[in-house]
């Protein structure tokens, strides 16, 4: 017989980002970490959570994945107003939007050279995010 909890893993991430682990965090913590790296946005995690028998709002989606940004969890990727995805790999990457299927995959940092940046008006260039969109054929 395994030793192994369930929750085991989710609730070791949470608490090293210092966060609350609530039984809708660590579900949630559970269906995003522990399938690899993966891009998702809030509907389709609700639609997973709803599919696993976790109750839970999609308003609740919404903030557990922004606290999860907070605490660099996750990386939010922006690829057009009001259209966000949440990236598990949070190691420095860009990405391909593919605007026919709606899917984004991952590009290695070094594949992409980035520069003549202009210097900011104030602060310091923490990160580059990159989304190249690409167009259905034809």
């Known amino acids: 017989?395994?030793?192994h909890r369930p929750y085991a893993n989710a609730?070791?991430?949470?608490?090293?980002a210092k966060l609350r682990p609530t039984p809708q965090r660590l579900a949630l913590?559970?269906?995003l970490f522990?399938?690899?790296?993966?891009?998702v946005t809030a509907e389709q995690l609700h639609d997973?959570?709803?599919?696993?028998?976790i109750p839970v709002s999609l308003a609740t989606i919404y903030n557990t994945l922004h606290q999860f940004v907070g605490a660099r969890l996750l990386r939010e990727v922006v690829v057009n107003p009001g259209r966000s995805y949440f990236d598990t790999n949070i190691a420095d990457h860009h990405h391909f939007f593919f605007e026919e299927t709606g899917k984004l995959m991952?590009?290695?940092?070094?594949?992409?050279?980035?520069?003549?940046?202009?210097?900011?008006?104030?602060?310091?260039?923490r990160r580059v995010d990159v989304?190249?969109?690409?167009?259905p054929k034809g």
């Open 131 to 135: 989304v190249i969109r690409v167009a």
């Open 29 to 31: 913590a559970k269906l």
């Open 11 to 16: 609730l070791e991430l949470l608490r090293a």
């Open 48 to 53: 997973e959570a709803i599919t696993a028998s």
């Open 106 to 125: 991952d590009i290695a940092s070094d594949k992409i050279e980035v520069t003549n940046l202009p210097q900011p008006p104030y602060g310091a260039i």
């Open 1 to 3: 017989m395994s030793n």
């Open 34 to 39: 522990e399938k690899g790296d993966r891009h």
